[in-house]
């Protein structure tokens, strides 16, 4: 079946521990985003790759950091330098140039600060 | 900025009537638009996208775009208990940064059966 895997689906971090998110799919896509959702709140973009090798920051990108290694992967880090992190991360991928730009979500990690 | 803007609700419609969920958009060069089915504790699904002026219809669903009045909107026909659920509508923009989207925070839809 092709899509896109999020783990662990629960993550418990203690204060100043850096925590990594995993974010794999094999829709071939090219595209790929980190969002978090807050309660009430819209998603926020924290980081996006369109290439391999290749990411930019999005609106909220202090304190996290990613690598894209493998058109396959996208791991996003939480470091302790996030001073809320607390909520549910999301990772996404579309295909990059279509006109369209459709976003395909995973089904997300739910982080919790101890 | 960028915003995207719908009515938190919630919204409750009896089992069987039309929802009808709207969404306003401030950047006038915005070319594509979304909406997104989120249950709760779950992630979002794609459930339409519309970038043209009028109306697209899929199944029960109707997306209707109005690039002048920047405003879009989902119509929900014969709504379902199942369709209760959490609807972001999302926005791609134009130019510089059209990889992006933005997202509204989502109206609360509440089928009542």
């Known amino acids: 079946d092709g899509g896109i895997t999020q783990s662990p689906k629960y993550l418990f971090r203690k204060e100043g521990q850096n925590v990594t998110l995993s974010c794999e799919q094999n829709?071939?896509?090219?595209?790929m985003y980190w969002y978090r959702q807050d309660p009430g709140q819209g998603l926020r973009l924290i980081y996006y790759?369109?290439?391999?090798?290749?990411?930019q920051k999005g609106d909220i990108a202090e304190g996290y950091s990613v690598s894209r290694e493998k058109k396959e992967s996208f791991p996003l880090t939480v470091t302790s330098a996030q001073k809320n992190p607390t909520a549910f991360y999301l990772c996404?991928?579309?295909?990059?140039?279509?006109?369209?730009?459709?976003?395909?979500f995973g089904p997300g990690t739910r982080l919790t600060v101890l | 900025q960028k915003e995207v803007e719908q009515n938190s609700g919630p919204l409750s419609v009896p089992e069987g009537a039309i929802a009808s969920l709207n969404c306003t958009y401030s950047d006038r060069g915005s070319q594509s638009f979304f909406w997104y089915r989120q249950y709760s504790g779950k992630s979002p699904e794609l459930i339409m996208f519309?970038?043209?002026?009028g109306d697209k219809e899929d199944g029960r669903f109707t997306a209707q775009l109005n690039k002048a009045s920047q405003y879009v909107s989902l119509l929900i026909r014969d709504s379902q208990p199942s369709d209760s659920a959490t609807y972001l509508c999302a926005v791609k923009s134009s130019g510089a940064g059209s990889y992006q989207l933005t997202f509204g925070k989502g109206t609360k839809l509440s089928v009542i059966p």
């Open positions: 519309i970038y043209s002026n």
């Open positions: 829709l071939n896509h090219d595209a």
């Open positions: 790759s369109q290439i391999v090798n290749d990411f």
């Open positions: 996404a991928s579309s295909i990059f140039g279509s006109r369209n730009n459709e976003q395909f």
